[in-house]
């Protein structure tokens, strides 16, 4: 009998924290383990034909940047029956899988609003089998908050924590470039390598197109009007395809259509954005984890803009990265309308024909995931013998 893994993960904003869970949840089974993944965003899409079971928690989600305030599905502040709903739903997922492995995402570096539940979890899992390992699950890039929260959360990963999976390329993006890694942390850090989707994808599209995507919320519209001017200053002629997340309201959507000039299209984000990315001219995306992976596959020049609002530093410190390693050029939103319409036009003209060096991240955290779960396994059923 394999053995079993449970991951909790909850996206408030957009979509890539489930969207890196699910592919965490592909490889793990791909690695012979039996996983469900228990989600506590909004509803993404249909997961009944995964190879994990899954399960969905009474939904919650934010506005903009303000992650303090957790909201329903129709927008109003959750009340403490839902907060109590969940918390009972987890407790007994555990109780009635007594999975081997617990995997908490962004838990316990981000995330704080939902402890109650997480620690809720944990505690569950331990309870119906004490031997049970508890990992975090991290993307590359963290966002540093105070001292005092930063020594929290390390006191609960060195008391909680079995080991924490990290799925980025220290030679690349290392995590004390974003977070402080002492000691005890650096000894926890398990780097996996970027987790990437790795079904087999669509062909290539040569549209030729200059593509702007901006992820699964509604925080691209600002680089979404930005683009609908540019393309209007644009000479070349080529066709601009503008690719709008679910979170993008039809209203917003509404008013760029009716700014937009004949060449730009604008429509819902596609499954088949792989292909259309790796035929495009240049692309424009915010530095989402997901896009930069589909951006390093597809090999097409690239402008990344990161999303900044508020105290938002992760998508910078990606951004800059790849500008480091020749991946794409950073280009910053300033505010001055006009002015970063003419500096976007004059971006992707210097991108035109521009040919990123060949894969120089490591892609491989599907496989390697797999083989750090199953070794931390083993060293548990090791011990256990002796």
């Known amino acids: 009998m394999s053995a079993s893994v449970l991951i909790a993960v909850t996206h408030l904003l957009g979509s890539g924290h489930l969207v890196r869970a699910a592919n ?3 490889a793990l089974v791909q690695g012979g383990l039996s996983v469900t993944l228990a989600s506590g965003g909004m509803p993404l899409r249909v997961m009944e034909d995964e190879p994990f079971a899954f399960v969905q928690l009474p939904p919650i989600r934010t506005e903009g940047t303000d992650f303090r305030t957790l909201l329903d599905e129709s927008g109003q502040p959750i009340d403490p029956e839902r907060k109590a709903a969940r918390i009972a739903m987890l407790e007994g997922l555990a109780a009635r899988l007594r999975p081997d492995v617990v995997i908490v995402e962004h838990f316990p570096f981000g995330r704080r609003q939902l402890a109650a539940e997480f620690l809720a979890l944990i505690a569950a899992a331990k309870s119906a089998r004490p031997e049970a390992l508890v990992l975090s699950s ?38 004390d470039r974003s977070w402080p890694v002492g000691e005890g942390l650096a000894a926890k850090l398990r780097y996996t390598g970027y987790l990437a989707d790795d079904r087999p994808a669509d062909i290539t599209l040569a549209n030729g197109e200059v593509i702007v995507s901006g992820g699964g919320s509604a925080a691209a519209l600002p680089l979404f009007a930005c683009a609908v001017a540019a393309a209007r200053l644009d000479r070349s002629g080529r066709r601009w395809r503008i690719l709008a997340g679910r979170g993008m309201a039809e209203a917003d ?9 004949e060449k730009v299209v604008i429509e819902r984000a596609r499954p088949d954005f792989p292909a259309l990315l790796a035929g495009c001219a240049v692309s424009i995306s915010q530095a989402g984890y997901n896009t930069v992976l589909d951006l390093v596959a597809a090999g097409r020049p690239a402008i990344v803009v990161p999303f900044d609002a508020g105290n938002e530093t992760e998508q910078t410190v990606r951004a800059e990265a790849m500008e480091r390693a020749g991946l794409a050029r ?57």
């Open 24 to 26: 965490l949840a592909r």
């Open 138 to 175: 991290v993307r590359d890039v963290l966002v540093t908050p105070r001292p005092d929260r930063i020594a929290e959360a390390e006191g609960r990963i060195a008391g909680m924590f079995d080991a924490v999976l990290v799925h980025g390329d220290a030679g690349f993006l290392p995590l």
């Open 253 to 261: 959507l509404g008013l760029l259509a009716a700014d937009a000039p």
């Open 330 to 386: 950073c280009f910053r939103l300033s505010g001055d309308f006009v002015g970063d319409a003419v500096a976007l036009t004059d971006a992707v003209g210097e991108a035109m024909g521009a040919q990123p060096p060949a894969l120089p991240i490591d892609r491989g955290g599907a496989a390697r995931s797999a083989a750090i779960v199953k070794e931390l396994l083993a060293g548990i059923a090791g011990r256990a013998r002796h």
